[in-house]
C-alpha cells in the first residue's frame, strides 16, 4: 500500500546532539516533500519543504533535509539539537504524478531534548 | 495577522449530542482542509474543500459533515458524535496554486463520552 514511513516513533536526545530522523515513501512517481513541526501544545508549522531542485533543503531553526530519490527517503538532521526543539515532526509529500495537492502525513516522531 | 482561527478549542461531549467546531482563515485562502490527529496514526484528512460550495470526502469522512458558504468559514459537524471520534482536529488553509503549503490552524481536542 502506497505510504508515508517515520519508523522512529520516539528519540530522546541531549543538548547539543546530532539528529537525523527517518522519513519513507512508498510512491512511485513523481513527489513534493514536506516535514511539519508541533510544538507542545501548539498547531503545526511547516519546517522546510522540497519541489525540485537541489536535493539538499534548508528550513528554518538549522534543520536541514535530503532528497534521495533511489531510497525513497526524506531525512531530515540537524547537526547539534537543543531543548527548544523538543517537539512532535510529521513527515509528508504530495503525489505530483497523480494531480493531487493532498497532504499524506507520517504518523510522525516525537523528538524529547533533555539539557 | 494572517491565521486560522478554530472554536472551541476544548470540548468535552456526550454520545449522539450534534456539535459544530467552527474554523475561519483570514488570508483569502481558497482551500480549506480538516485533519483528526490520533497517537500513531499521524493526521488524516476528513473533508477537504476546494473553493465556495465545493467539497470533497477526504480519508476518513464517516461522521462527519462540512460546508464551506464563505470563503473564510469551513466548519465541521458532527451530527452524532460516538466516543471513536474523539481526537484532536485540525483545520488548515492554503491558496489554490499552493495547496501543499497549509496554514494550520491551533486545534480542537473533542472528547465524547
Known amino acids: 500500500a502506497q505510504s508515508v514511513s517515520q519508523h522512529n516513533h520516539h528519540v530522546i536526545l541531549s543538548e547539543a546532539a546530532s539528529l537525523e530522523l527517518g522519513c519513507n515513501y512508498s510512491y512511485g512517481g513523481t513527489v513534493n516533500l514536506f516535514w511539519y513541526v508541533q510544538y507542545p501544545g501548539q498547531h503545526l508549522q511547516l519546517l522546510l519543504k522540497?519541489?525540485?531542485?537541489?536535493?539538499l533543503v534548508k528550513g528554518i531553526k538549522g534543520f536541514e533535509a535530503e532528497f534521495i530519490k533511489s531510497k525513497f527517503s526524506f531525512n531530515l538532521r540537524k547537526p547539534s539539537v537543543q531543548w527548544s526543539d523538543t517537539a512532535e515532526y510529521f513527515c509528508?509529500?504530495?503525489?505530483?504524478?497523480?494531480?493531487?495537492?493532498?497532504?499524506?502525513f507520517g504518523t510522525g516522531t516525537r523528538l524529547q531534548v533533555f539539557p | 495577522e494572517a491565521q486560522v482561527t478554530q472554536n472551541p478549542r476544548y470540548l468535552i461531549t456526550v454520545t449522539g449530542k450534534k456539535l459544530t467546531v467552527t474554523c475561519s482563515q483570514n488570508?483569502?485562502?481558497?482551500?480549506m482542509s480538516w485533519y483528526r490527529q490520533d497517537p500513531g496514526l499521524g493526521l488524516r484528512q476528513i473533508y477537504y474543500s476546494m473553493n465556495v460550495e465545493v467539497t470533497d470526502k477526504g480519508d476518513v469522512p464517516e461522521g462527519y459533515k462540512v460546508s464551506r458558504k464563505e470563503k473564510r468559514n469551513f466548519p465541521l459537524i458532527l451530527e452524532s458524535p460516538s466516543p471513536n471520534q474523539t481526537s484532536l482536529y485540525f483545520c488548515a488553509s492554503s491558496f489554490a496554486g499552493d495547496q501543499e503549503t497549509q496554514y494550520f490552524g491551533p486545534g480542537t481536542r473533542l472528547l465524547v463520552l
Open positions: 509528508a509529500v504530495t503525489l505530483v504524478s497523480y494531480n493531487t495537492d493532498k497532504l499524506i
Open positions: 522540497y519541489f525540485s531542485g537541489d536535493p
Open positions: 488570508m483569502n485562502h481558497e482551500y
